[in-house]
């Protein structure tokens, strides 16, 4: 049926009261970038994986970056740890959990009788946000699908939210970490708990204690799913 030039006329007048100027044009920009949110899912291997998005553009982290934090440890783990975005010496080194933080959370696995070569460790963002900012709902909805590809390919058994911040954004709540504390979460399938971020420790040494008895639990829950599984 062909369009009338009234049909025309309102189409035009309602693109210009919306946009305030010339019709609205989508950018080839826009359109690679809704393209590129999808993961393939002919990729089979975490290292094929990271040469695969290592020079992500999809948002604007890829222009104030370092270095693409993907991820660390065994790619075979039973307990993947999830942390919210790159830090600072993080984003320096192009890898997760490093500086005082990551030497406390290596000190803790250590204590549950871990070290970091039986483990993953990843974050939610692969970039570091401006002055270590909160991750922006933009910046999860584009990289989280990499995480989700991340668990896919490592299949662990047990994930663990470290913060508040990266709880949450898994999760979508506005819970709160002690609300978070002590319960099994689904996600996406796998059980995740959640506990403190090791920076959040080394700021307030009272939380050690609960975070000590966390960690006892993520233990037990490690081994009785491997035992389940063997």
Same mark, same amino acid.
């Given at each position: 049926?062909?369009?009338?030039?009234?049909?025309?006329?309102?189409?035009?007048?309602?693109?210009?009261?919306?946009?305030?100027?010339?019709?609205? $044009?989508?950018? #080839?920009? &826009?359109?690679?970038?809704?393209?590129?949110?999808?993961?393939?899912?002919?990729?089979?291997?975490? &290292?094929?994986?990271?040469?695969?998005? $290592? @020079?992500?553009?999809?948002?604007?982290?890829?222009?104030?970056?370092? /270095?693409?934090?993907?991820?660390?440890? +065994?790619?075979?783990?039973?307990?993947?740890?999830?942390?919210? #975005?790159?830090?600072?010496?993080?984003?320096?080194?192009?890898?997760?959990?490093?500086?005082?933080?990551?030497?406390?959370?290596?000190?803790?696995?250590? #204590?549950?009788?871990?070290?970091?070569?039986?483990?993953?460790?990843? /974050?939610?963002?692969?970039?570091?946000?401006? +002055?270590?900012?909160?991750?922006?709902?933009?910046?999860?909805?584009?990289?989280?699908?990499?995480?989700?590809?991340?668990?896919?390919?490592?299949?662990?058994?047990?994930?663990?939210?470290?913060?508040?911040?990266?709880?949450?954004?898994?999760?979508?709540?506005?819970?709160?970490?002690? #609300? $978070?504390?002590?319960?099994?979460?689904?996600? @996406?399938?796998?059980?995740?708990?959640?506990?403190?971020?090791?920076?959040?420790?080394?700021? *307030?040494? *009272?939380?050690?204690?609960?975070?000590?008895?966390?960690?006892?639990?993520?233990?037990? $829950?490690?081994?009785?799913?491997?035992?389940?599984?063997?």
């Amino acid at each position: 049926m062909p369009i009338k030039s009234d049909q025309i006329k309102a189409f035009v007048e309602e693109e210009l009261e919306i946009f305030g100027g010339p019709l609205y $044009m989508p950018e #080839a920009q &826009n359109k690679e970038t809704v393209e590129t949110t999808t993961v393939s899912a002919d990729i089979h291997d975490l &290292n094929e994986f990271n040469e695969a998005i $290592m @020079h992500c553009q999809k948002c604007a982290l890829g222009a104030t970056r370092t /270095n693409f934090v993907f991820g660390i440890g +065994n790619p075979d783990a039973d307990l993947m740890f999830v942390g919210e #975005a790159p830090g600072e010496k993080e984003d320096l080194e192009g890898v997760p959990f490093v500086g005082r933080a990551g030497k406390l959370l290596d000190d803790i696995l250590k #204590a549950i009788e871990l070290k970091r070569e039986d483990v993953y460790i990843a /974050n939610v963002l692969k970039c570091r946000p401006p +002055n270590n900012r909160d991750p922006n709902k933009e910046e999860i909805e584009l990289c989280e699908p990499y995480l989700l590809k991340q668990i896919e390919l490592i299949k662990p058994k047990l994930l663990v939210a470290l913060g508040r911040i990266s709880a949450t954004t898994l999760l979508r709540t506005k819970d709160s970490l002690t #609300a $978070m504390r002590g319960k099994v979460f689904d996600y @996406h399938g796998t059980d995740m708990v959640v506990t403190y971020h090791p920076a959040a420790l080394l700021r *307030n040494p *009272n939380w050690k204690r609960p975070a000590w008895e966390d960690f006892k639990t993520i233990r037990d $829950m490690y081994h009785e799913k491997r035992g389940a599984s063997q």
